[in-house]
């Protein structure tokens, strides 16, 4: 009984020897995971599939990084950096066993579009070298650095495609022919006020231009900005409040335009009269006129009964033809220009205060699209000074001579 109750220290300091072992053994264990990734440097770049050296990616491509070592690696704690800017978000990598390299889907997102952006601003047909590095994840408010690259210390490089040739061709072509195919062949961007006008000597509308103007821009960013980073949440508010402004600006010069009684009333009113009310009639005319022709030129000729008839009828409808051109002529366009930027009584201030505004802005939409590959973002008081040209036109419409 004696002995069993003395062995018990003696098992008790053995059981805190073992503990104490196994504690020690554990901390050089962790202690070696820890470290299992110091002294990783990068040995090379290649495509997804790992037969493609320094491949030419772009963005949505796969990007993989091989690594020195042979132990699996954890991709949940690194992060990318290119040409020095950590690429954060991108949590779909793969560790890729055959090659011990990590595979990087090179996504664009909320966390990572500012560094993107600096990638890819400003682009050219030509493809950007840029330099890959890899850091380890740290816990918050430490942030990652790019610690590890080659083994001589350099960081191995890639083409970056920037603009892609066909995606670019479908953003052209898409603009060009939804938005201006048939700008000039039809009243898209004329007033049709005097419908009895063919749609080429309809006079441009300052109204329609600017919407149509502020519309191409907005579609035309959009498209583009969708074909290069695949985001279709690129219009900002901004950009919706630009539209409204003039698709509201355009709507009350069409209703001032559509009620005052001017002087396109008065010669609807007589070339109504005159039974033509739209430029179809005019069409209807012409073509009597040539069919009427042909038959006193056909062989045989007709009796004379019908040659008076048909020369006098000719002899009205060309009396006809010459009131309508006529009275048309004071309202055919005189060039996309003047009828934007002039009313009867020649340039009006109100009228070169929106087209000077309009185009300064747009340029500036376009180069921040350009730039930073994001739709800009005008403060209030750019839009004000939108709103007030805007209402300054409409105003100026009342009394204005056209």
Not at 285 to 310: G, M
Not at 359 to 367: D, H, N, R, S
Request: glycine share 8%.
């Amino acid at each position: 009984m004696g002995g069993g109750q003395g062995s018990r220290p003696a098992r008790a300091g053995l059981l805190r020897s073992l503990l104490l072992a196994a504690a020690v053994a554990a901390g050089v264990f962790a202690s070696s995971a820890a470290r299992s990734d110091d002294g990783l440097t990068i040995t090379g770049l290649t495509d997804r599939t790992g037969t493609i050296s320094n491949p030419a990616v772009g963005l949505n491509d796969y990007l993989a990084v091989r690594l020195s070592g042979t132990a699996p690696l954890a991709p949940e704690r690194y992060v990318l950096f290119l040409d020095g800017r950590a690429m954060d978000g991108l949590d779909d990598t793969l560790y890729q066993s055959d090659g011990h390299a990590l595979l990087f889907h090179l996504r664009r997102n909320s966390t990572n579009a500012t560094a993107w952006a600096a990638l890819l601003g400003s682009p050219d047909w030509q493809n950007r070298r840029i330099s890959v590095a890899l850091g380890e994840k740290k816990p918050p408010p430490a942030t990652a650095q790019p610690t590890i690259t080659t083994n001589g210390g350099a960081e191995p490089q890639f083409s970056l495609v920037v603009l892609s040739g066909t995606w670019l061709a479908f953003a052209v072509l898409a603009v060009g022919i939804l938005v201006w195919g048939g700008a000039t062949r039809t009243t898209i961007l004329k007033d049709n006020l005097l419908p009895q006008m063919p749609p080429q000597q309809q006079p441009y509308s300052l109204a329609r231009w600017q919407m149509a103007f502020w519309f191409t821009l907005v579609f035309a960013s959009f498209v583009f900005l969708f074909v290069l980073l695949f985001d279709y949440n690129t219009v900002t508010e901004q950009a919706l409040t630009l539209m409204g402004i003039s698709g509201g600006t355009a709507l009350a010069a069409v209703a001032i335009d559509a009620t005052k009684d001017s002087r396109i009333g008065a010669a609807n009113a007589t070339l109504q009269a005159l039974g033509l009310n739209a430029y179809a009639d005019v069409v209807k005319v012409r073509s009597a006129i040539a069919e009427r022709t042909a038959i006193l030129a056909s062989n045989p000729p007709p009796d004379d009964a019908t040659k008076l008839r048909l020369q006098s009828e000719v002899a009205d409808r060309l009396r006809l033809l010459r009131t309508y051109e006529d009275v048309i002529r004071p309202f055919a366009s005189e060039g996309w220009y003047r009828d934007l930027m002039t009313d009867i009584n020649g340039p009006a201030l109100h009228r070169l205060q929106v087209f000077c505004w309009t185009w300064i802005l747009g340029a500036v939409f376009v180069f921040g699209v350009y730039r930073n590959f994001a739709m800009p973002q005008f403060n209030g008081t750019l839009l004000a000074l939108m709103a007030i040209t805007g209402a300054g036109y409409v105003g100026f419409k009342y009394p204005e001579k056209q």
